[in-house]
């Protein structure tokens, strides 16, 4: 058997989603008003009426978002079956085939440019000049991710936990929203926000949202169900009532063209 290399790893878990797709739409998160506050702010823009790409797209959760929001939005992704679960949720959002690393988009094309949890799954040094490419003039490219709040005590426990049997958190925080990682020839000018927020929801719906990341889909269906077994006797001991509330940090990089 051939050893697996980081490449052929990262590979791997970028497929994992597709067999959990159901799973994924009905148990993560989405994104707070506020983070599209925040990027129209920071874009000089409202997203009502601009043309958008959500790359990387997924189940659709941050399309249906920017569709609320009024944004004519077009939904990019490249997995079988996040696009047919998309297709289900937002019957009237079109969606094409593609990823970031090489968009299926015209030149100067779009105003927004959007990347929710996906930017990490690219090569920046082609996704980056493919974002400049299809982005017209005073556009933004915005990327943001969902990260657990670690100075919350339950999460930081849950999170240790996780890193323990798996050797990484499953949402703690994506280390590729590190400037340096996302943009590594520096060519795009990226300002930094962070948004808090919250929601309260059921623990086994907690356990499911977790369940969908990759770290556990990659590591087969038994590995994961123990752990998970394991994690809810521990939350039902710390919440008797059943219910918890997940605190996010959303990490949001934008870049106007």
Request: net charge negative; hydrophobic share 45%; glycine share 8%.
């Amino acid at each position: 058997m051939t050893a697996s290399t980081p490449a052929s790893l990262h590979a791997a878990r970028a497929r994992s989603f597709d067999a959990a797709a159901a799973q994924y739409a009905a148990n993560r998160p989405s994104y707070p008003n506020a983070l599209f506050d925040v990027i129209e702010d920071l874009a000089g823009r409202p997203l009502a009426g601009a043309r958008t790409a959500d790359v990387g797209a997924g189940t659709g959760l941050s399309t249906a978002r920017l569709h609320a929001r009024g944004a004519d939005v077009l939904a990019v992704e490249p997995g079988d079956g996040m696009a047919a679960q998309l297709r289900l949720t937002l019957p009237g959002v079109p969606v094409v085939r593609g990823d970031g690393n090489r968009l299926p988009l015209a030149r100067s094309s779009v105003d927004f440019l959007t990347y929710a949890q996906s930017w990490h799954w690219t090569d920046p040094a082609r996704s980056v000049p493919e974002a400049l490419r299809v982005l017209r003039p005073g556009g933004a490219l915005a990327l943001w991710w969902n990260t657990d709040a670690l100075d919350v005590p339950w999460l930081a426990e849950a999170a240790e936990r996780i890193g323990r049997r798996f050797g990484q958190n499953a949402g703690a925080g994506n280390k590729n929203v590190d400037t340096r990682v996302v943009d590594p020839e520096g060519r795009l000018d990226l300002v930094h926000r962070t948004v808090r927020w919250s929601r309260r929801v059921p623990v086994d719906t907690h356990l499911a949202n977790i369940g969908s990341h990759s770290i556990f889909l990659v590591h087969g269906e038994e590995a994961a169900a123990a752990f998970l077994a394991e994690e809810r006797d521990h939350l039902i001991r710390a919440f008797p009532d059943g219910i918890v509330e997940e605190v996010y940090d959303v990490i949001l990089l934008l870049a106007k063209a």
